[in-house]
Each structure stands twice: as C-alpha cells, then as structure tokens.
C-alpha cells in the first residue's frame, strides 16, 4: 500500500538514544528522507536518502534501512532535538506518482 | 544559498481561489525542482505539488482537479492556485526547492491562509 508508518511518540531523557521508526512497502525500492520540524518553524531536511545528512546537521542524527522499514536515530539526545519528526518519501511506481509522508512523531526529551 | 518567501491572502472566501507566490532569492529556477506542500492545523505534512526546471508539472492526485503551478516568466517566482477552496483548504503553506521532484531542501518560512 501506498502509506509511511510512524509511531505517533517517542521519548528520550538527555544523552539516550531515541529511534524513530518509518515503515511502508514502497520503501523497497524508493529512498526515505527525515525532517525536523520546531513550533512555527517549516520543516528542516535532517536525513536525504536513507543515510546521508546533509551540511550542517549534526552528526548525532543518523538514519539506517533495512527492507520497508528505515530508522532514524539521534543519538545523545539533547533538549534542542524537542520536535515533532516526518519521514517522506515518493510512490514513483503508481500511475500518478506523487509524494508520501508519514503521520510525523512526537519526540519528548524527558 | 538560496532563500524563498510566499506571499499572498491570508484569508479566501469558501468556493473561490487561492492563489499564493513564492519569490526565489539567490537561486535560479532554471534549476531543480519547485513544490508547493501544506499543513493543516495541527496535523501533518502534505504535499501540493511540483514544477520542474523544464516547465513540467505533476500535482497530488487528490488536489489535482483544483491545482495549478506555473512560473513567472520573470523566472523569479512561482505560483500556486487552488480553485473552490473550502473549510479543508485552511493550512500553512510552504514552498520547497528540490533536487529530485520528490527531496525538499530548502523550504520557505510558510504562509497561512485560513478559509472562512
């Protein structure tokens, strides 16, 4: 089916490790990308193409895939990363191509 | 690097059109692609669609009855109409340049346009 599955939270305190998960069958065979979005702020571009982060973001934010599935994992959380995460993607195979986003997580810093 | 700012009503009448700019600073068209994605009050992201550096279009499938993109031939903006809006259509707005029709790396600080 054409939809990307988020868990609609996740928390983390300070330091830990927070994952969120992006899963969805066209992820087989199209890349995943991750932004952050802040309060009244537009989204930022964190992770391109599963995996590549893009200049200026910083190194604890990282993404990995495996099958339909693709994590995103900040590693070392700190306050600042407070933000609600969206993963997207694109259904490049269907008769309309068009572009895919998931519901977005919560990310809570305890 | 490249900047992008809409512009435009922030308040349409139900049943009429909407029509937003967005002005591309530092950029040109003539490269990558340029989309149109909105977000209502308090949900998630969705994406509008997108005009190429060709002139090609390709809009949401459930949008696509209603939306246009074009370009200025300035080429120093381009634009969004959606026709018969309704109560649903209240979002930010954004627009977004991308290196594939399907990447946004840039994005505009978003407009809000509420119908009522």
């Known amino acids: 089916s054409s939809e990307l599955t988020q868990p609609p939270s996740v928390s983390a305190s300070p330091g830990q490790t927070a994952r969120i998960t992006c899963s969805g069958d066209v992820l087989s065979t199209q890349y995943v990308y991750f932004y952050q979005q802040k309060p009244g702020q537009a989204p930022l571009l964190i992770i391109s193409k599963d995996t590549e982060r893009p200049s200026g973001i910083p190194e604890r934010f990282s993404g990995s895939s495996s099958g339909t599935t693709v994590t995103l994992t900040i590693s070392g959380v700190q306050a600042e990363d407070e933000a609600d995460y969206y993963c997207q993607s694109a259904d490049s195979d269907s008769p309309d191509p068009h572009v895919l986003f998931g519901g977005g997580t919560k990310l809570t810093v305890l | 690097q490249v900047q992008l700012q809409e512009s435009g009503p922030g308040l349409v009448r139900p049943s009429e059109t909407l029509s937003l700019t967005c002005t591309v600073s530092?950029?040109?068209?003539?490269?990558?692609?340029w989309s149109w994605l909105r977000q209502s009050p308090g949900k998630g992201l969705e994406w509008i669609g997108y005009?190429?550096?060709?002139?090609?279009?390709n809009y949401n499938p459930s949008l696509k009855s209603r939306v246009t993109i074009s370009v200025a031939t300035s080429k120093t903006h381009f634009s969004l109409r959606l026709t018969s809006v309704t109560a649903a259509d209240t979002a930010v707005y954004y627009c977004?340049?991308?290196?594939?029709?399907?990447?946004?790396?840039?994005w505009g600080q978003g407009t809000q346009v509420t119908v009522s």
């Open positions: 005009i190429s550096h060709s002139g090609n279009t």
């Open positions: 530092d950029e040109s068209i003539d490269n990558y692609y």
């Open positions: 977004a340049r991308g290196d594939k029709w399907y990447e946004f790396d840039f």
